[in-house]
């Protein structure tokens, strides 16, 4: 689906990865309604966006249904009908193993990450089903079929997305609704400090080697892939062979995973 004269929303839009995403779908003129849980955010990208563009945003927390079920209403004042649902708003969780990770943290990544883009798909597909064409596409992670030892909880509620992305895909197949499952490799955000998150990265020989993804770069990939229909999109060389590997070795992938995360990890 191209873009032009489509209304797209796209959650986290108020910095990282939705950021860019944003800023991309205006350049190839979509009008584009942000949702992010920092007004604040949102009104940077609205300068960045620049004046006269055609973006419109709320802060809303996507894990409360009762302000989720206002946004229809809110894009169609704004644009008319949303044509597109892009979940892109995530966290991590608190860099520590299972055993040592509050049940409140992991609540809190669930409910962001998971029930965060259920909520959305869930009140905006019957608006989605109306349209001539439509789609929704939802990020998921390298993460949600990598495990990586200090984000297992995170890992897991991306797992949830491929495979709610997934089952909707199977269900929406013979609907005017395409959906997109995007997997982000190491992409150079804020994510960390967004998600209340510190980590304390190694120096030296024990630092892991990772090459990022940089953020502009990841908004126009995952743009591209919405605009080409695509059933999944792979964000970075790195997540396009982790897949791989996880397929053909998954013990080999996760003992390799362990390996490189190993300095971040604290026992």
């Given at each position: 689906m191209k873009l032009s004269?489509?209304?797209?929303?796209?959650?986290?839009?108020?910095?990282?990865?939705?950021?860019?995403?944003?800023?991309?779908?205006?350049?190839?003129?979509?009008?584009?309604?942000?949702?992010?849980?920092?007004?604040?955010?949102?009104?940077?990208t609205a300068i960045a966006a620049g004046k006269g563009a055609?973006?419109?945003?709320?802060?809303?927390?996507?894990?409360?249904?009762?302000?989720?079920?206002?946004?229809?209403?809110?894009?169609e004042a704004a644009f008319g009908p949303a044509d597109v649902l892009v979940n892109n708003a995530g966290i991590i969780q608190p860099f520590v193993k299972v055993n040592a990770l509050e049940f409140e943290a992991a609540d809190r990544v669930m409910n962001v990450n998971f029930f965060g883009p259920f909520n959305m798909v869930k009140t905006f597909l019957p608006v989605l089903l109306k349209r001539p064409e439509a789609q929704i596409a939802n990020v998921s992670s390298m993460g949600g079929y990598g495990p990586v030892p200090g984000q297992t909880v995170?890992?897991?509620s991306k797992a949830a997305v491929k495979l709610l992305t997934e089952g909707l895909h199977s269900e929406l197949m013979?609907?005017?609704?395409?959906?997109?499952?995007?997997?982000?490799?190491?992409?150079?955000?804020?994510?960390?400090?967004?998600?209340?998150?510190?980590?304390?990265?190694?120096?030296?020989?024990?630092?892991?080697a990772m090459k990022m993804t940089?953020?502009?770069?990841?908004?126009?990939?995952?743009?591209?892939?919405?605009?080409?229909?695509?059933?999944?999109?792979?964000?970075?060389?790195?997540?396009?062979?982790?897949?791989?590997l996880v397929r053909l070795m998954p013990v080999k992938a996760a003992e390799l995973i362990a390996k490189q995360m190993a300095g971040l990890l604290k026992d």
């Open positions: 004269n489509k209304v797209v929303v796209i959650t986290g839009a108020g910095n990282g990865m939705g950021r860019e995403m944003t800023l991309e779908a205006l350049r190839r003129g979509a009008s584009v309604f942000g949702v992010d849980l920092s007004d604040k955010a949102l009104s940077e055609k973006f419109a945003h709320a802060a809303v927390d996507i894990t409360d249904r009762k302000a989720v079920a206002t946004l229809p209403a809110l894009v995170y890992g897991a013979n609907t005017n609704v395409k959906v997109t499952l995007i997997y982000p490799g190491a992409v150079g955000t804020d994510i960390a400090s967004n998600s209340h998150v510190s980590i304390d990265l190694p120096t030296g020989a024990d630092a892991p940089t953020a502009v770069d990841a908004g126009r990939i995952m743009i591209d892939g919405i605009e080409s229909d695509k059933a999944r999109v792979f964000v970075g060389n790195d997540a396009k062979m982790m897949d791989l």
